[in-house]
């Protein structure tokens, strides 16, 4: 994948690569990634750092199911997007409440945790 970046770059045609790349990454984000997949990814990214030879490869083995080392890698750059959204606020973060039927105090009320106190294991 690497070789493929610097041909583009070595040709003269970066801001043409730019757009076929940009092409890619939109076809990409209506690709299915099953749960696993997804899993797989983060692990081989923990695994392969940015630093390794052929990681683009390696991810892509790692992840199975048929994912190309180019698949794997635009999986990553949308990462990426979405980890910069976030991070420039841009995604509002959910807004979590305590299930309705737990009291303030937490799922156990104060009584609960009084006898709790006296329980003996046996």
């Given amino acids: 994948m690497q070789k493929y970046f610097q041909e583009a770059r070595n040709s003269g045609s970066l801001e043409e690569e730019s757009l ?53 890698f635009l999986h990553y750059k949308l990462l990426l997007d979405d980890i910069n959204s976030i991070e420039s606020g841009h995604v509002p973060f959910p807004n979590y409440r305590t299930p309705p039927s737990a009291p303030a105090g937490g799922f156990l009320g104060p009584e609960h945790h009084r006898g709790l106190m006296y329980m003996k294991l046996r």
């Avoid at 990454?25 to 630093?51: N, P, Q, T």
């Fill in 20 to 72: 076929r790349v940009q092409l890619l990454i939109d076809m990409a984000s209506a690709a299915k990634w099953s749960e696993r997949e997804d899993k797989e990814f983060e692990r081989a990214l923990a695994k392969y750092g940015e630093h390794t030879p052929d990681r683009w490869e390696k991810v892509a083995a790692a992840v199975g199911g048929g994912k190309t080392a180019v698949e794997v």
